[in-house]
């Protein structure tokens, strides 16, 4: 099987864009709808500035919502890019489908590359997981039957218990998630079989063990979490060992320092753009030479 890459920017946050950046709570208005997208279309930009010289477009994407970036999905898919569109209703603790039972006809109306599916996920979570799970047999189902591709992205959060157990997120992270990883896939694997995951970071031998419960034949990508820099790097150097890991969707990390500065009216537009094609490009470039050094 040939892995091909596949490097994306992406910027489907909705609670982090109206309360993390811009301070919002409650309903939103007209107006501001419009600065989110905005702002949205700032973090597009500044992907073609990157993307619209390589060779092979279908090797970076995007991921943005159909509520503040659907003219951004039309655009990047008429340029050829991976386009990706959320299907989950932003900042739940349960998956919803976003748009409810018309989920479907925004599927339709894009038609992207991958639908993407973002699950918080921990085994300890009997009575949510199993709501889950119905649910997204229904989507895997839809997915199924009307030739779509799903992108799921898992996220195992910590319970008060493993907290209890580990002290600090650093030693949950290191120590207890990638058990608790190992046990979510499995359960979620009865109910879906996506063709691409986009999955939290891990040292190179719990990335062996992931793998396994994976199978061979999926593919994988590595999410950034709004982390920092030093963090993401080391995420990316590790994965980059393994040829079924293809490559990441790193949004945050990239972004939202350049969008805070704008806002603050510390930085221009054009600089904002700028800033935010050159994380991205060294992300590319330290993802692509981390690549060439395991050949």
């Known amino acids: 099987m040939t892995h091909e890459p596949l490097l994306i920017l992406p910027f489907d946050h909705r609670s982090s864009f109206s309360r993390k950046l811009f301070g919002w709570e409650g309903e939103l208005n007209r107006k501001q709808k419009q600065q989110i997208s905005d702002y949205k279309n700032i973090v597009y930009q500044g992907f073609l500035e990157v993307a619209k010289d390589m060779p092979h477009p279908k090797h970076f994407g995007i ?57 918080r996920y921990h085994p300890a979570n009997k009575d949510i997981n199993k709501i889950q799970l119905k649910r997204l047999s229904r989507l895997n189902a839809y997915c199924k039957k009307h030739g779509h591709k799903m992108m799921f992205e898992l996220l195992v959060p910590a319970t008060d218990a493993d907290m209890k157990r580990a002290k600090t997120a650093k030693v949950y992270d290191k120590k207890i998630r990638p058990l608790r990883t190992v046990q979510a896939i499995r359960e979620i694997k009865k109910a879906i079989q996506p063709e691409l995951w ?34 993401v790097k080391r995420w990316l150097q590790a994965a980059a060992e393994f040829n079924q890991i293809i490559g990441f969707a790193i949004g945050r990390t990239i972004f939202f320092r350049p969008l805070q500065e704008y806002l603050a009216k510390r930085i221009t537009k054009k600089q904002a753009i700028d800033k935010i094609a050159g994380n991205y490009q060294k992300f590319i470039k330290l993802w692509t030479k981390a690549k060439a050094s395991k050949i």
């Open 63 to 119: 991921l943005v919502d159909q509520e503040y970036g659907t003219p951004i999905l039309k655009d990047a898919k008429k340029r050829g890019y991976t386009v990706t569109m959320p299907v989950e209703k932003s900042g739940q603790k349960a998956f919803t489908f976003n748009y409810g039972n018309e989920f479907g006809k925004w599927i339709e109306k894009i038609k992207p590359d991958y639908v993407k599916i973002l699950v």
């Open 198 to 231: 986009k999955m939290e970071g891990f040292g190179k031998a719990d990335w062996t063990k992931v793998l396994k419960v994976l199978g061979k034949d999926t593919e994988i990508i590595v999410l950034g979490r709004g982390q920092d820099e030093v963090n």
